[in-house]
């Protein structure tokens, strides 16, 4: 008799408050995402918080901000992307299958980040996250 692994098939919801803390019209209650709206809030906090911004864990964040001042390589391309697929691997349980593409604009001082994942314990299509990283300083 075959075992069914039920485990990868049970229908989970991932809720999250909203950090900005306004109150919902008709329940007065803050603000709640649901599902992949709070992982893709999740990702993105995981991935623009820089090391050694979190108290209790020194490892959690990136140093994608920082790497705007710098001169873009190849290497720092790879950096990056394995910076972010070990960040989300390691501290985000809820994602899977992560890749992630970094692009260098050439003169243009910005940073374009594209975010792929599956989330796990739910049926929904591979989420995507792009977002570009502008200097304010020039």
Same mark, same amino acid.
């Given at each position: ?59 959690? #964040? ?6 705007? *001042?710098?001169?873009? $390589? ?5 950096? &990056?992307?394995? /910076? +972010? ?10 994602? #899977? ?6 692009? *260098?604009?050439?003169? $243009? ?5 594209? &975010?792929?994942? /599956? +989330? ?19």
């Amino acid at each position: 008799m075959a075992l069914i692994d039920r485990s990868k098939n049970k229908s989970q919801v991932f809720k999250d408050i909203s950090l900005s803390f306004v109150k919902h019209p008709v329940t007065n209650d803050i603000g709640i995402f649901s599902n992949e709206d709070a992982i893709r809030r999740s990702v993105m906090n995981l991935v623009r918080t820089r090391l050694g911004e979190r108290f209790n864990n020194d490892l959690i #964040g990136t140093q994608i901000d920082d790497s705007l *001042f710098e001169l873009q $390589t190849v290497f720092d391309q790879e950096s &990056i992307q394995e /910076d +972010v697929i070990l960040l989300l691997e390691n501290f985000e349980p809820r994602v #899977g299958n992560v890749s992630c593409q970094v692009a *260098f604009p050439p003169d $243009t001082n910005e940073l374009n980040v594209a &975010i792929r994942y /599956d +989330v796990t314990g739910l049926a929904l299509p591979t989420q995507n996250i792009e977002f570009v990283l502008q200097s304010t300083r020039l």
